[in-house]
């Protein structure tokens, strides 16, 4: 089975540029969920969707991220405009539906934000 | 937020030791899970052991879970320098959905 795709691997840009991250999840898998990891930490979950609804933006900083799971399969994480901070490693995953149900992740996007 | 924390945050061990991280949590869980992660990879998941569950083995993995004092520990016996890596706890919290929280991640290094 092929894992969890995202692209680009790493992404160095300006403050203040807008950037955009794309996963595409396991087939099947209904739950994506996108999570921020800085350095030396865990990952924090900054969305999660079951199918085209996202059910937990509640760690989205809405003011300049966005997401979008059109037709409930790929999904695009976007930052406009990127700030220093927004630093991370951002990780996608993917499961089927469940509680029991263990996460896949993607390999993730290094961004670099000079 | 972080539900859970990982102690000790780095672990230095010889090839062939038993290798023991603990997690501790704060809120009532459906079930904790362990993740592993490479330098610069994604997550890989290890195992799952469901709140009404003590123990649970997978191969050289060995999780305990106990809900009174909210805390579960991994342990890893006969390491390998391949077992290099740093290691997560996850919850999902009961009532939760399928929101898993991660902890802060204990950084294992297997020496030859």
């Known amino acids: 089975e092929a894992g969890v795709v995202q692209s680009p691997r790493y992404k160095i840009i300006e403050k203040k540029q807008p950037v955009a991250f794309w996963c595409n999840p396991i087939?099947?898998?209904?739950?994506l969920y996108w999570y921020r990891q800085n350095l030396g930490q865990g990952p924090e979950l900054l969305i999660r969707?079951?199918?085209?609804?996202?059910?937990?933006d509640s760690q989205l900083p809405k003011d300049r991220f966005s997401a979008e799971r059109l037709k409930g399969v790929d999904s695009t994480l976007k930052i406009q405009p990127a700030e220093l901070g927004d630093s991370a490693v951002y990780l996608c995953?993917?499961?089927?539906?469940?509680?029991?149900?263990?996460?896949?992740f993607g390999n993730g996007t290094r961004l670099t934000v000079t | 937020s972080q539900q859970g924390e990982e102690d000790p945050q780095a672990l230095s061990i010889q090839e062939g030791e038993n290798a023991t991280m603990n997690c501790s949590y704060k809120?009532?869980?459906?079930?904790l899970q362990w993740y592993r992660q490479n330098s610069g990879r994604g997550l890989v998941h290890l195992i799952l052991?469901?709140?009404?569950?003590r123990e649970k083995h997978s191969g050289r993995l060995r999780v305990t879970l106990d809900t009174s004092k909210k805390s579960s520990s991994l342990l890893i016996t006969a390491s390998r320098a391949a077992d290099t890596a740093s290691y997560f706890c996850?919850?999902?919290?009961?009532?939760?959905?399928?929101?898993?929280?991660f902890g802060t991640g204990t950084q294992l290094k297997v020496e030859l």
């Open positions: 995953a993917s499961s089927p539906a469940g509680e029991y149900s263990p996460l896949h």
């Open positions: 087939s099947g898998h209904n739950t």
């Open positions: 969707y079951e199918n085209e609804e996202a059910v937990d």
């Open positions: 809120t009532s869980i459906n079930n």
């Open positions: 052991i469901r709140s009404n569950e």
């Open positions: 996850a919850t999902i919290l009961t009532g939760g959905g399928n929101k898993l929280t």
